[in-house]
Every structure is written in C-alpha cells, then in structure tokens.
C-alpha cells in the first residue's frame, strides 16, 4: 500500500511504514498544493485519484472528515500519542492487522487499536 505522511508526522514514522513492506510519500508530492492545504474533501479527491491511503497525526482532520460525511474509499490511520511513541504504534498496528481494509479508520493510541467505519 500507498500512505501519504500528513499531519506533522516525523520521518521514523515513514521508516516504520517501508519496514512493513509500504511505501510513503510526502505532502510536497501533490502537484496540486490547494488539496495539500486547503478542505479535506479535495486532499481526500486527490488521494483517491492516486490510490494512497492516509496516515496522518491531525484530529481536527479527522473530525472534519465525519462531520462533513466525506467517503474516501481507501483507509485513514490516525497515530495518536506521543512522537516518541507513533514508531512503536505503527509495529503494533501490522501486528493486529496484517492488512489493512478499505473505507476504515485506523485509530492507533498508547493502548490500543481501534477500527472505524469511514463515512459514505
């Protein structure tokens, strides 16, 4: 699979990902900076266009996602924690699931992982 870091995500976390067998790309990839920074609806639009997944660390994102009922047909991990800790979430995070599926959530914390429906 395919992830776009976003959300502040530091560059062990990425590391983490190629470990898993994934590769990363980085925000400054998109041609199209609008989608980049600007409504999730459009960032979501471009991922799906691409075929990358999501692994971003930004709530308000997230949230902003549901409330607007956006559908993105791919998955979202949200790695929520300390920095120190994302490089360890995401070990645990392939441990549960060895793969991740379609339209879901992935909420990744200290203790747990934790799966969501995405909306649409």
């Not at 990902?17 to 990363?24: D, E, N, T």
């Not at 998955?75 to 599926?101: H, M, Q, T, W």
Request: with cysteine; net charge positive.
């Amino acid at each position: 699979m395919q992830f776009l870091l976003h959300g502040g995500l530091a560059a062990d976390v990425g590391e983490a990902m190629i470990r898993h067998g994934h590769r990363v790309h980085q925000i400054a990839e998109l041609t199209d900076q609008t989608s980049a920074s600007g409504p999730p609806d459009k960032l979501l639009a471009d991922l799906a266009q691409r075929q990358w997944c999501l692994l971003t660390a930004d709530r308000d994102f997230i949230h902003s996602v549901y409330d607007q009922g956006l559908a993105f047909s791919l998955c979202i991990v949200l790695l929520l924690g300390e920095p120190s800790e994302r490089n360890a979430a995401v070990d645990r995070l392939f441990e549960r699931y060895k793969r991740l599926s379609p339209k879901r959530l992935y909420t990744v914390t200290p203790g747990r992982v934790k799966v969501r429906q995405l909306p649409g």
